[in-house]
């Protein structure tokens, strides 16, 4: 069975630079802010004990007052799982860090959600449009793309 | 990645998007059956009848697919051409993946605006005579995507239809009475019109 | 003298006999060499992610079938799953024996395609897939008789399914059962051992295990690299933890191990089919819900062992009737990250090969 880590754990043995860009635990996720990202999910690949080194799937979701980005990690080898959630508040120009240095799992879907979404990855080697062409006008998936497109 | 004389994959990518938006704009309203040779029915004479009915009947036994397939009903077309329900009794076991050998365009699966000027250039590349069957909702009008932002809603948009044949998918009978329909339809051709 | 050669761009679909699809992948040739390549998707992006925010759960159940659409019950079975956990639902449990008996079939039909068309991709023209087909239509026959349709089944309900057995499935189940293990048989002795077969895919297109992971590659991809994650066994989901199964690994990571581990996962299919039916349990097949469902406010995500990988939903709900965010974590997709690494060097002919042994499906990858 597949254990949800506790986030009281994984807090505890953050270090103290990471841990201060942890804000809250929220539907099974630790929402953290975007500058800690890579520190904190480079620390959860590697940690002994944690070992979370498997991306298995990033998900874009606009919540009309911020855009949500989740990133559940699991651990194939102690078959745990954790979720990583960053919150963007800057609805006309998103920037996140991408995560395409630890995994290479994660470069076509970030591509999805710059092209679906319009969030930037900065870092990713190729950010450009994978499913809609260029010349495309306008994010899809935001809640106010309008059907005038 | 570069691609040779100077130009390197993003400018491809700019070149087609803006091939796509010119498709997407002109392609407003849903293009006519291509039935203009009914009319000229009437005034065939007997001569040119019987060299018509030979011809009309080596077009229709041999008609050769053309395998632009996008989607789901790509597999109730192989059903309909294996051995249970047996395509091949119509003359029509042969596939061509080059468009200059084929005849006959099935439309199996949703079409897309980014697909679109890929279809319409292996339509145009397709020799005369050739015949389009729009197979499934989604080839007639979009179908269940109809209202997506970026399905065209129905192959009629960009290619002038013959038959349409609904279903989501149809069921390989269904698309056997299709084609008996084309055949039909294939028949009352004459060459005097210069069709 | 030394000859002058530069690289050639070439373009690989998206209308091609191999690509099982619109899938386009721009090369970079040199003589049959590949230096580069760039896959080119969305040909059949249909926007499903987002008609499924103008869609209630029920009316999003159909375009669930048409993701991965030789794969129409898994698919309808990790949505189900993902609302029901979410709506607190329960299920009764000869619908969930049933479930599992039908996904089994779905990944039985699956397999087979992909074994077929892999060996199109190599040139024996049809003659194995069109062997393969003639057990896949016997499925195909098991699920017209439960459902009505042939492709895009739309079976499963919110609470259990849509229809039960009729009486005359478990005897032609039961037949199925039994000469499926011969017709497997038959294709390991005519193809396996083929000294074509072995010198096309042998050590072609190696994926190494430490790169699998990091490229979140999972299902037979996944299990052929050497690592040994099941869904059905690491999280069981349904009833599979009732089960006895093996999970087949392959070694090397090489096309000819995905092959393997795909014919060696109908035979498990067959036994957990085998022992779903010994085991079925009397009693109804659905539990009511309301036909305008109204999960409350929250998020789930739920996963399942489909055919390609790991087919996840992440269903997120306002409290109203209409999802607010559905995301697929989509097999097809997420393997083909490490697609560039495993074309780069190989020659053309090789890379229709490796590219068919990941086994795509563009409905899932392009959504």
């Keep these: ?149 | 990645m570069e691609i040779g004389s100077g130009m390197n994959s993003r400018d491809l990518d700019l070149h087609e998007g803006h091939v796509i938006e010119d498709l997407r704009n002109s392609a407003v309203a849903g293009l006519p059956e291509p039935s203009g040779w009914l009319t000229e029915e009437i005034e065939r004479n007997i001569i040119t009848t019987t060299v018509d009915k030979f011809l009309n009947w080596g077009r229709k036994t041999s008609l050769w697919t053309e395998t632009s397939f996008t989607a789901c009903c790509t597999f109730e077309f192989i059903s309909t051409s294996s051995s249970r329900f047996d395509i091949a009794r119509f003359g029509m076991e042969v596939l061509r993946s080059s468009p200059r050998h084929a005849d006959l365009m099935i439309t199996a699966g949703t079409l897309t605006w980014k697909m679109a000027p890929q279809i319409k250039r292996v339509y145009e590349q397709m020799a005369e005579p050739k015949w389009v069957i729009a197979m499934g909702a989604c080839g007639i009008s979009g179908g269940i995507f109809a209202d997506s932002y970026s399905v065209v809603p129905g192959y009629n948009r960009i290619l002038p239809v013959d038959v349409y044949i609904p279903g989501c998918p149809p069921r390989p009978e269904a698309l056997l009475a299709g084609i008996e329909l084309l055949r039909k339809k294939i028949e009352k051709r004459s060459i005097a019109k210069g069709s | 003298m030394a000859i002058n050669t530069e690289p050639v761009f070439l373009n690989l679909g998206p209308v091609h006999p191999s690509t099982h699809g619109v899938f386009r992948m721009r090369a970079l040739v040199d003589g049959e060499v590949i230096t580069d390549i760039e896959p080119v998707f969305g040909y059949l992006h249909r926007g499903i992610e987002k008609l499924a925010e103008s869609k209630s759960y029920r009316q999003f159940l159909p375009l669930t079938d048409r993701l991965d659409y030789v794969s129409s019950m898994n698919n309808n079975m990790a949505y189900v799953m993902a609302v029901e956990k979410l709506a607190g639902i329960e299920v009764p449990p000869r619908a969930e024996y049933i479930r599992v008996i039908m996904a089994e079939l779905q990944r039985i039909i699956a397999h087979l395609l992909a074994i077929g068309s892999f060996f199109n991709d190599m040139g024996t023209f049809f003659t194995p897939f069109f062997y393969m087909f003639i057990q896949k239509e016997k499925i195909t026959d098991l699920f017209e008789m439960v459902c009505g349709q042939r492709l895009l089944y739309n079976y499963m309900r919110f609470g259990g399914l849509s229809h039960d057995l009729p009486p005359e499935f478990i005897p032609a189940l039961n037949r199925f059962l039994e000469e499926m293990p011969s017709e497997i048989k038959k294709y390991e002795r005519l193809l396996a051992e083929n000294e074509i077969v072995l010198a096309r895919s042998k050590n072609v297109g190696v994926l190494p295990r430490e790169m699998a992971i990091n490229a979140s590659a999972a299902g037979p991809v996944l299990r052929a690299s050497g690592v040994k994650w099941d869904i059905r066994k690491d999280d069981p989901y349904s009833v599979y933890d009732r089960f006895e199964f093996d999970v087949p690994t392959g070694a090397s990571g090489d096309c000819y191990d995905r092959y393997r581990v795909r014919l060696e996962e109908l035979t498990q299919s067959l036994e957990i089919i085998r022992q779903a039916v010994a085991g079925l349990p009397k009693g109804k097949v659905l539990n009511p819900v309301p036909l305008r469902l109204r999960p409350p406010a929250g998020e789930v995500y739920s996963h399942i062992e489909g055919n390609k990988g790991e087919l996840g939903f992440h269903v997120i709900s306002d409290g109203s009737d209409k999802p607010y965010r559905i995301h697929v974590r989509a097999p097809s997709f997420i393997n083909l990250t490490a697609l560039r690494n495993m074309l780069i060097g190989w020659k053309l002919a090789d890379a229709i090969i490796i590219f068919g042994s990941i086994d795509i499906c563009l409905g899932e990858v392009d959504r």
């Design chain 1, 1 to 149: 069975m597949t254990v949800g880590l506790d986030y009281n754990r994984i807090i505890d043995v953050l270090p103290e630079d990471l841990a201060s860009g942890a804000v809250a635990f929220e539907a099974h996720g630790l929402v953290i802010q975007p500058e800690v990202l890579t520190g904190i999910a480079a620390f959860l690949k590697t940690e002994p004990g944690l070992e979370l080194d498997y991306l298995c799937s990033i998900t874009g979701v606009d919540c009309t007052e911020y855009f949500e980005v989740d990133y559940l990690l699991y651990s194939l080898k102690l078959n745990h799982r954790f979720t990583l959630k960053v919150r963007l508040a800057d609805r006309s120009e998103p920037v996140i860090p991408s995560l395409t240095g630890l995994w290479l799992g994660a470069e076509l879907q970030e591509r999805e959600i710059y092209d679906l979404l319009g969030i930037t990855f900065s870092g990713h080697p190729e950010m450009k449009r994978i499913f809609l062409w260029e010349g495309f006008s306008g994010h899809p998936l935001r809640k106010d793309y309008g059907h005038g497109h």
